[in-house]
């Protein structure tokens, strides 16, 4: 098991930037396929964004592409998402998640296939 802590939410106006952290302890961070997922008020928990082991294999769900990055640096044992152009339909609560692969090359994009979540942070756009 990893234990996952998600920082850098916060208030900001449509169009600008946040970048979300989520730092992970307990296991070794370069065995785990990463993913960032969001949830709205009334709303079931969507996948955002999913990378592999190496980092050389990303996803995103379509409505932030172009828009969101997901990259991790294994040595500091953190997953980030750079969230650009941000828009209200963007607020949500942001969860990163974590599983356990023998492949490096493989990401996951569902909530049954990760095994540990983080706490959450929470995103608001205004408009």
């Known amino acids: 098991q990893v234990q996952l802590v998600e920082s850098g939410g916060g208030l900001v106006q449509a169009g600008g930037s946040l970048r979300l952290s989520c730092a992970a302890s307990g296991r070794t961070f370069s065995n785990y396929a990463l993913g960032w997922f969001r949830q709205a008020p009334g709303k079931e928990r969507e996948f955002v964004a999913g990378?592999?082991?190496?980092?050389?294999?990303?996803s995103y769900v379509d409505s932030v592409k172009g828009r969101f990055t997901i990259f991790r640096e294994n040595a500091k044992n953190t997953v980030y998402l750079q969230m650009n152009s941000l828009k209200p339909e963007d607020t949500a609560v942001y969860y990163c998640?974590?599983?356990?692969?023998?492949?490096?090359?493989?990401?996951?994009?569902?909530?049954?296939?990760?095994?540990?979540w983080g706490q959450g942070t929470q995103v608001s756009v205004s408009s």
């Open positions: 990378i592999s082991r190496s980092g050389s294999i990303t």
């Open positions: 998640a974590a599983r356990s692969t023998v492949s490096s090359a493989i990401f996951y994009s569902s909530t049954r296939q990760y095994n540990d």
